[in-house]
């Protein structure tokens, strides 16, 4: 999962296409559970752009967005932000939300 600026994460709501945007923090441990479960999202949806970023480094995202918590995923569709989980279940979970 590549690493997102603001600017990048600007341009695929842009895009129009559906794509994910995972934040977190180094220090949390539901963090690290999270992010393998997404590593394996990734891999299961090639076509879909999934970004992550350190939340302590994109504060406009976290007060745009209101973001209460991490781990947070953030998903766009259409140009804008449809979906804000915070609960990330389970990798078949993940899977349902993000395909097509």
């Not at 997102?4 to 895009?15: F, L, P, R």
């Not at 994109?58 to 804008?80: N, R, T, W």
Request: charged share 20%; aromatic share 12%.
């Amino acid at each position: 999962m590549e690493e997102w600026s603001k600017e990048q994460w600007d341009a695929v709501v842009q895009s129009g296409e559906k794509a994910a945007f995972y934040l977190y923090t180094p220090m949390c441990g539901t963090c690290a559970v999270a992010s393998k479960m997404m590593t394996v999202v990734e891999q299961l949806l090639p076509q879909l752009q999934v970004g992550k970023a350190n939340i302590n480094f994109i504060e406009q995202i976290a007060y745009a967005h209101k973001i209460e918590s991490v781990p947070c995923l953030l998903v766009c569709e259409g140009g804008e932000v449809t979906e804000k989980v915070y609960a990330f279940q389970s990798v078949p979970y993940l899977y349902e939300l993000l395909k097509n």
